[in-house]
């Protein structure tokens, strides 16, 4: 067949079917249906948070599939899937999942999920995205307005909480570059004034500043570390000698960076006195509230966060505390004007004359281009749940957490560190005086690697003083008292366990 001497082109089975259009939308339906009936069928019936796999078992099973062979079948792929990937995933959603801050999820966001992920929307300029970039605008103004940021308030979306701190520090650099020129008759070069750029920040913040420093082309000792408090929140008595030892050394803070939950402690800085700090020394205040930003939904912890309003730049991680799937997180300021040192025109994508037109394109403000529609997640949960909803869920994790804590202060197996001000509490198990405490260190590692290689549940580790400790994060508000009590016997035979097999020959070696 031809039209006009032209041959009219005919459309072939094969690659062409597994295109998602209008043609293909039962095969889309089935599919779908399939993978989540798969994924329902295993969450149904999942009785541990992970199969204890290790490397060395599982990665010959993944090398081993001919990724040149498709299998042409979905119910085959999903099968295969079972054995390489579900099988041995590590389930958050398990109540005795009680390692790192990732939450189990509420289905308003899976919905968002699979709306976000047909439509396939990019966030990055307006012909692209349209309602997309509106809701996303309009997610980050109640954000800032649950924080109190003001007016002049804007943000954007980002991948997690390490993206939205770097994209923080960048802003303060580019602001610190600014008053730098505009102070002085001879602008000072940037090769000039980097070396001269400090980040103080709390001792129990989180890396990811020290890593941003670096790709910000600072110095190894651009980040100043804090001392901390009993409580592991930064002092300010100490952050007030620092920035005058600072200014005396001719040193520009480019930034403070205070922390409202600490991935170890849940701690929260002291928002208020910083932020009086940073206002006399005109040093820009970033607060990262990844963790913690869960309390702007609640109605009985908010006041927790009080001062946070004062900050310059602020991160959340929905992902963490408003059990949203990854990603989803942003970047909050208190003034729009600073998110231009991220703005670039691309004739082809966002030319400057858009911007005079008042076209809204998200990637004016973004350190990334193409970008998911996560912002979705988000406004489904809140139009299906609700922002209160979210909060009470937080605080029952907090609350979870508390008992927690109480739990192990009345346990003589182990010493707990500091009742934590969220969800996580930091142990160890210590044995009696005498040579088996000396072993301290090796049981709590030997307890925690034996405990995940059981499959019956996930804890975390990490150090503290450099004695190694265990740690609960509690994000599921399904985990019971009961839970809790189950792992810590659990560990603590594990740590007897051990100390059985090393103690007893140092016992001997003494006693002859």
């Known amino acids: 067949m031809s039209f006009q001497g032209h041959p009219v082109e005919t459309r072939p089975a094969g690659a062409r079917e597994h295109l998602f259009n209008g043609r293909t939308v039962e095969g889309y339906r089935h599919s779908l249906t399939a993978g989540i009936d798969r994924v329902a069928a295993r969450i149904a019936r999942t009785e541990r948070p992970f199969s204890g796999t290790t490397p060395d078992r599982l990665a010959p099973e993944i090398s081993a599939v001919d990724l040149e062979q498709p299998l042409h079948d979905p119910a085959a792929a999903l099968a295969e899937l079972e054995d390489v990937y579900l099988r041995d995933a590590v389930y958050f959603h398990h109540p005795r999942y009680l390692a790192h801050l990732n939450c189990p999820v509420v289905i308003p966001a899976l919905l968002g999920e699979a709306v976000l992920s047909a439509v396939n929307s990019s966030l990055d300029t ?6 997309g970039t509106l809701i996303e605008r309009r997610l980050i103004d109640w954000t800032a307005e649950r924080i109190g940021l003001g007016p002049a308030a804007d943000g954007v979306f980002t991948s997690g909480g390490s993206q939205s701190n770097l994209h923080a520090l960048l802003l303060a650099r580019e602001e610190a570059r600014a008053r730098a020129a505009a102070g002085s008759d001879t602008s000072p070069t940037r090769a000039e004034l980097l070396p001269k750029l400090r980040i103080l920040a709390s001792a129990a913040g989180h890396f990811s500043v020290q890593k941003s420093a670096k790709l910000l082309g600072l110095g190894p000792d651009a980040v100043i570390p804090v001392a901390t408090d009993q409580d592991r929140r930064m002092r300010p008595a100490v952050l007030a000698r620092e920035l005058d030892r600072c200014r005396r050394e001719g040193l520009t803070v480019m930034a403070v960076v205070a922390t409202a939950g600490t991935t170890d402690f849940g701690s929260i800085d002291p928002l ?18 990844a963790y913690g930003c869960g309390l702007l939904a609640s109605r009985t912890r908010r006041h927790l966060l009080d001062g946070i309003e004062r900050a310059d730049s602020v991160t959340v991680d929905y992902h963490k505390s408003f059990f949203q799937p990854v990603s989803s997180s ?4 208190r003034d729009a004007a600073v998110l231009r040192h991220a703005t670039y025109h691309a004739d082809y994508l966002n030319p400057a004359r858009m911007a005079e037109q008042k076209i809204p394109n998200q990637v004016d403000k973004s350190l990334q281009t193409t ?18 909803a979210i909060g009470e869920l937080f605080d029952e994790v907090v609350d979870r957490a508390a008992q927690a804590w109480e739990l192990l202060t009345e346990d003589p197996r182990f010493e707990v560190v500091t009742r934590s001000q969220l969800s996580t509490v930091v142990f160890r198990y210590l044995p009696e005086a005498g040579p088996a405490r000396e072993l301290a260190d090796d049981a709590n590692l030997f307890a925690r690697e034996a405990l995940a290689a059981s499959g019956a549940a996930v804890v975390a580790g990490t150090k503290v003083d450099d004695r190694h400790y ?16 189950h792992v810590l016997d659990l560990l603590a035979g594990h740590a007897e366990d051990y100390l059985s097999r090393k103690a007893a020959p140092e016992l001997c070696r003494q006693a002859g």
């Open 126 to 131: 307006w012909d692209q995205s349209a309602g």
């Open 272 to 289: 208020p006195q910083i932020a009086d700090l940073c206002a006399t020394a005109g040093a820009w205040l970033h607060v990262d509230a």
């Open 330 to 333: 942003a970047l909050l300021v």
């Open 371 to 388: 970008r998911r529609f996560d912002a979705l997640k988000l406004w489904l949960t809140l139009r299906i749940m609700g922002a209160d």
């Open 470 to 485: 265990l740690k609960f994060t509690l994000l599921n508000p399904e985990t019971t008292l009961a839970d809790i009590a």
